[in-house]
């Protein structure tokens, strides 16, 4: 039997830095000084209450926007340049509100993620030539293997927007990953999915870590995000709150009163409250 060198989760090398990001639109601070580092191997969580600077901390970490301060770094190059630059250096992303092709097919709207990484040039386009065919053939092969890594093998032909809900998310995944990234961020992947479709995202989620692909996954059902990563931290009013595993982020104080805008002890004595009022139904 051969030996096989298994890196152990969340001990690998740092693939992406956010360092001191600030993001400052008007008179709103939406991010205030976030330092994160995502490693190799990691599914890194990052959750808070709505408006807290999730998804401008994508925006930031994918080029969107320029933050007002601070840097992103992916294997110790800084970034600069546009979200196509970013894409190419490594970062692919899904959205908030799914942003397919709707018109075009599954098997196309994946293709369109694989074109960042065809590199035919002009004159081979034009000619449809032989090394045109060859680059092209190479990239619905790729596609077609990520259909069936996300399980969409059979829906290739169909047209995006007939596809149900989840199968939407999962095809947006397979967009991003066709574009060969390092790092993959998730804004809300099981958003308005079922259990059973949630499951199967947070399977999906384990097989791309597997790959080698390391991934930020933003989430507000916390106890996905516990059960799926590595790594938490915590976004409030654009203020990184709390950073560490799942255990001691589920059990920090600062944690829940930020989520239920009250104090530890009187969470606690609700709880008491509500397990007692049981107690009394139970028995
Ligand atoms: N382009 C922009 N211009 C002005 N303000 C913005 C812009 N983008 C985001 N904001 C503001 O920044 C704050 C953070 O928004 P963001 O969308 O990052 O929050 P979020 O944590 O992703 O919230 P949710 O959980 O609701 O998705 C909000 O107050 C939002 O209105
Ligand atoms: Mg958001």
Redesign the pocket.
């Known amino acids: 039997m051969t030996a096989e060198l298994v890196e152990p989760v969340g001990v690998g090398y740092p693939v992406l830095e956010a360092r001191g990001v600030t993001m400052i639109?008007?008179g709103?601070t939406?991010l205030n000084d976030v330092s994160l580092t995502l490693h190799h191997g990691q599914i890194f969580g990052l959750i808070?209450?709505?408006?807290?600077?999730?998804?401008?901390?994508f925006?930031c970490l994918t080029g969107l926007?320029t933050p007002t301060r601070g840097e992103v770094v992916l294997h110790g190059v800084p970034l600069t340049g546009d979200p196509a630059a970013v894409t190419i250096a490594g970062i692919a992303r899904t959205f908030?509100n799914i942003r397919l092709f709707p018109n075009m097919t599954v098997l196309e709207n994946v293709l369109v993620g694989r074109h960042c990484r065809m590199r035919q040039g002009p004159i081979a386009s034009l000619l449809h030539g032989p090394v045109f065919r060859r680059v092209e053939r190479e990239a619905r092969e790729r596609s077609r293997e990520l259909l069936a890594f996300v399980g969409l093998s059979k829906m290739e032909g169909e047209v995006a927007r007939n596809l149900p809900y989840g199968d939407q998310r999962r095809l947006e995944i397979a967009r991003a990953l066709a574009t060969d990234p390092k790092v993959l961020l998730l804004?809300?992947p099981t958003a308005g999915m079922n259990p059973q479709e949630t499951d199967a995202t947070r399977h999906l989620i384990f097989q791309i870590r597997d790959t080698g692909v390391a991934a930020v996954v933003?989430e507000?059902d916390t106890k996905f995000i516990f059960g799926l990563c590595d790594q938490v931290a915590v976004?409030v009013q654009?203020e990184l709150l709390v950073e560490g595993t799942p255990e001691t982020v589920r059990d920090d104080p600062r944690v829940i009163e930020a989520y239920l805008g009250k104090p530890r002890e009187e969470v606690e004595a609700e709880v008491r409250a509500a397990a007692a009022e049981h107690g009394r139904e139970d028995g």
């Open positions: 639109f008007g709103l939406a808070g209450p709505n408006g807290a600077g999730k998804t401008t901390f925006n926007y908030q804004d809300e933003i507000h976004l654009g």
